[in-house]
């Protein structure tokens, strides 16, 4: 029986199943984000446009992250973590005057995401048994992306704030379910 020092892959497998709540805490996280974002009835715009900055900034360090832990794909990762963190930097600079762009911008952008994780669940059929919540959540970010593109400018305040709590909350349950997942694959390795 080979040891666990001998077979580098296993080991590598088994230090990064021991850092699964890194995905917990991400995937709760981002729950939260979108309980708050969900909660706005009469926010300012500001604020709106800084905690969707925010949004965007956490899931380009998760997609920098994963660019920098993965073994395939990481290019796409960064590509993705790149567009995330542009999209960060326009909201920051100016959240009143790029609220009503948001909305084309998260259009843009979940279609973008839906397109990764759909690519993502065809990719992972093999090893990840729930590849289709993966699929689903894919396909409903298409679709969520197309409606948000093209809504009419009065629709797109209320528009920005659903589509982005569901945004957030789609990547919390996602994130979640990884957590576990990576922790399992520890416990078989």
């Known amino acids: 029986m080979e040891s666990l020092e001998s077979d580098p892959a296993r080991a590598a497998l088994t230090r990064l199943s021991s850092y699964w709540w890194l995905w917990l805490a991400s995937g709760i996280a981002w729950i939260v984000i979108s309980v ?43 590509i993705f973590g790149v567009l995330y963190l542009a999209a960060a930097g326009i909201c920051f600079i100016s959240p009143e005057g790029t609220f009503a762009a948001i909305a ?14 759909i690519i993502e669940a065809f990719m992972s059929v093999e090893v990840n048994e729930l590849w289709w919540l993966s699929l689903i959540a894919g396909t409903l970010m298409v679709i969520l992306g197309f409606y948000a593109g093209g809504a009419f400018f009065i629709e797109k305040a209320f528009v920005l704030l659903v589509f982005a709590g569901i945004w957030a909350l789609l990547t919390g349950i996602t994130d979640i379910m990884r957590a576990f997942q990576i922790r399992r694959l520890g416990k078989l390795v």
């Open 36 to 78: 708050v974002v969900l909660q706005f009835d009469q926010a300012s715009v500001t604020t709106v446009g800084i905690i969707i900055g925010l949004m965007f900034l956490g899931f380009s360090l998760q997609q920098f992250t994963l660019a920098a832990l993965g073994d395939r794909l990481n290019w796409l990762f960064a």
């Open 104 to 117: 084309d911008i998260l259009g843009f952008l979940f279609v973008l995401v839906g397109i990764f994780w």
